[in-house]
C-alpha cells in the first residue's frame, strides 16, 4: 500500500518561503516511471498543478508559478519537496502531494495540507 503524507507549516508570512514535504511510503519514488506532484486548492476554486518531479529526477513546473518554485526531493528518506517563494495571501491553499504513473492519472494522494499566508 503506497502512502503519501505531508507536511509543513501551517503559517506562512508574506514575501516567505513556503517549504512543504511530502514523505512516501510504500514505494520507492525512482521506481519507473512514477511522476509525484504537488497540487493545490484555494479556498473556493479548483485543483492547481504547480509541478512535479519524475522518477528520474526531472522536474516540470506550471508556468503560472515557476519563476517561484522549486521541487526537490530526498531519495535517502524517500520523500520530495516543494518551495515556493515570495508567498502572497493569494498561496493560501490547500496542498496536496500524489503521484502518476507516466499520464494515466493520479493513483495515490496525500491527505493534504492546509497552509495559510497572513501576517
Known amino acids: 500500500q503506497v502512502q503519501l503524507q505531508e507536511s509543513g507549516p501551517g503559517l506562512v508570512k508574506p514575501s516567505q518561503t513556503l517549504s512543504l514535504t511530502c514523505a512516501v511510503s510504500?514505494?520507492?519514488?525512482?521506481?519507473?516511471?512514477?511522476?509525484y506532484s504537488w497540487i493545490r486548492q484555494p479556498p473556493g476554486k479548483g485543483l492547481e498543478w504547480l509541478g512535479a518531479?519524475?522518477?528520474?529526477?526531472?522536474?516540470y513546473y506550471s508556468p503560472s508559478v515557476k519563476s517561484r518554485t522549486a521541487i526537490s526531493r530526498d531519495t535517502s528518506k524517500n520523500q520530495f519537496i516543494l518551495q515556493l517563494s515570495s508567498v502572497t495571501p493569494e498561496d493560501t491553499a490547500v496542498y496536496y502531494c500524489?503521484?502518476?504513473?507516466?499520464?494515466?492519472?493520479?493513483?495515490?494522494w496525500g491527505q493534504g495540507t492546509q497552509v495559510t499566508v497572513s501576517t
Open positions: 510504500g514505494d520507492s519514488i525512482t521506481m519507473n516511471f512514477y511522476y
Open positions: 518531479i519524475a522518477y528520474s529526477g526531472a522536474t
Open positions: 500524489a503521484r502518476e504513473y507516466l499520464v494515466e492519472g493520479y493513483d495515490y
